[in-house]
């Protein structure tokens, strides 16, 4: 057989291979006779994926299209068959009882390439255990309860300038300002840098976080590559960090480190604590490989995750309940009249454990991240096969993405009756103890739940007590009020109180 032919041969065999196993992969629910969202090729379920349909609205849809099929429905995230779990004890068996058995997430990361992806949110395995015991302790009440004072000066900062804007015009859009001031709190607290983003909107660091959520290094087609076939695209040794950012964090922290070995500084932040995880010689990452301590890459790897979490999903979080209180005076006037009765009976000193005692204000926080949940959905990956339990043709075998849409369920209608509704009341003390802790789950839960929600929860309150305290907002003209957020910004009329 001449030369060619048999190239031609192999060529073809090769591409009707290649062809098979994708068409298997994409067929992997109908040929296991399980509910599922017909997929695109190329985008999986995400084909109606366009910026006013987002994520969020895809995974809700298809909760509500199969919540009654069964235990879990078949779904295509991108190119890799996925599940998303219905059902909520097997919610509850994924994210805790079973955890054992979905203790990694399973996305995307390359620590050689792409270094900032070497985080504790993408880690899995043995490196999550280790680094999740060493780094969780940085977010305990007791040192929470020391970074409170750093975070109530912020605020007050934050007061100053939103009196300005206010002096210049009553329109304000309030999701850049609140990103400013989770922008220093977090450079503070997390990096031990002043970010100054309240005085100067144009600050680095103000810039950088703003880009962390906007800037891909790929559009979405590779993106949706990279995320159907992580091992193949981690083997190609492909990225998906930015690489400015890339840029910016590492000369932060290498900075940062030289300048405090230098002058033997010793913060009481983040960095200190990294910088210590860099010396340690006792821990191990495996059994082969042994963990000498973190390495550069690594520290700036959870400098910049926790700068990316502290700064964006609290600031989203206060300017969504600022736009519900805008549209709900009512409700506003409530939260304003706890603040300020909880203030009176400290001498107006906001402590510590003021927060602890405005119940209102745990609600409307908690009636947000309800209704906004910041990450629109959890991930687990099945280490083997497992076998729900009462349905035996229900398997998730090992390798398999899990989904837990937890925007499905905040507004699956049997669990939080008329769910577009804003109603703090959903989380009195009495209504919580009638629904299953699992049906909130804007921190996750399980082991592998936010390791920052107590910083989190602390922030963000302390912006709201000062906020309530002394502004009142209402909708702009520039805010359309409807079913939907403005996309355009969050402008709110802000007048003193
Ligand atoms: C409103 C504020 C926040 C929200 C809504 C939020 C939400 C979440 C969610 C949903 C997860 C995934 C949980 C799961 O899979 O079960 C998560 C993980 C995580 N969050 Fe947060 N977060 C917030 C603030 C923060 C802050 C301030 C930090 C730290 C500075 C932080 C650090 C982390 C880390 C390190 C993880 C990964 C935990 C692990 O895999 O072990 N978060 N967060």
Aim: proline share 5%.
């Amino acid at each position: 057989m001449p030369l060619t032919l048999v190239l031609v041969a192999c060529v073809s065999a090769f591409i009707s291979t290649v062809a098979y196993l994708f068409w298997r992969r994409m067929n992997y629910w109908r040929q296991r006779g399980i509910p599922h969202d017909e997929p695109s090729y190329l985008y999986g379920s995400f084909h109606r994926l366009t910026k006013a349909f987002g994520y969020s609205e895809i995974l809700r849809s298809m909760y509500e299209r199969f919540k009654y099929s069964g235990p879990f429905c078949g779904y295509y995230f991108f190119q890799r068959p996925a599940v998303m779990v219905l059902d909520m004890e097997l919610v509850k068996n994924i994210l805790i009882k079973d955890f054992a058995n979905f203790s990694d997430r399973g996305l995307f990361h390359n620590k050689r390439d792409d270094p900032l992806t070497g985080h504790l949110f993408f880690v899995d395995g043995s490196k999550w255990r280790i680094l999740h015991g060493k780094l969780s302790p940085i977010f305990s009440e007791y040192k929470v309860r020391g970074m409170f004072p750093y975070v109530r000066n912020v605020a007050l900062q934050m007061v100053d300038v939103l009196n300005e804007l206010v002096k210049r015009g009553s329109s304000i859009e309030v999701k850049e300002l609140m990103g400013r001031y989770t922008t220093d709190v977090i450079g503070k607290c997390a990096l031990g840098i002043e970010c100054n983003s309240l005085k100067n909107p144009n600050a680095e660091c103000r810039t950088i976080g703003r880009r962390i959520s906007t800037d891909r290094r790929h559009g979405l087609l590779v993106s949706a590559l990279i995320e159907g076939f992580p091992k193949l695209a981690r083997l190609l040794r492909m990225a998906v960090t930015h690489p400015d950012i890339e840029k910016f964090f590492m000369r932060l922290v290498r900075e940062n480190v030289e300048y405090r070995q230098k002058n033997n500084v010793r913060g009481n932040d983040l960095m200190n604590l990294l910088m210590e995880l860099s010396k340690s010689k006792n821990l191990r990452y495996d059994e082969n490989d042994e963990f000498k301590g973190l390495t550069v890459e690594e520290m700036t790897a959870q400098a910049f995750f926790f700068f990316a979490a502290g700064s964006e999903k609290s600031s989203a979080t206060l300017s969504y309940t600022l736009y519900e209180l805008a549209l709900q005076p009512e409700l506003q006037e409530r939260l304003r009249c706890e603040v300020n009765e909880t203030l009176e009976q400290h001498d107006n000193e906001l402590t510590y454990e003021c927060l602890n005692e405005m119940q209102y204000m745990k609600q409307v926080l908690a009636e947000t991240l309800r209704k906004y949940p910041v990450l629109p959905h959890l991930a687990r990956q099945a280490l083997h096969d497992y076998v729900v339990p009462g349905h035996p043709k229900y398997v998730i075998p090992a390798g398999m993405l899990v989904t837990i849409p937890v925007v499905g369920i905040h507004y699956d209608a049997e669990i939080y009756p008329n769910p577009e509704l804003f109603d703090p009341e959903r989380f009195t003390p009495e209504r919580m103890k009638l629904r299953e802790k699992i049906e909130w789950l804007p921190f996750g839960d399980g082991p592998r739940k936010c390791i920052g929600f107590r910083f989190g929860h602390m922030e963000m309150s302390v912006a709201l007590v000062y906020l309530m305290q002394h502004f009142r907002f209402s909708v702009s003209a520039m805010t359309k009020s409807g079913k939907r957020l403005p996309k355009n910004g969050i402008f709110l009329k802000v007048e003193r109180v």
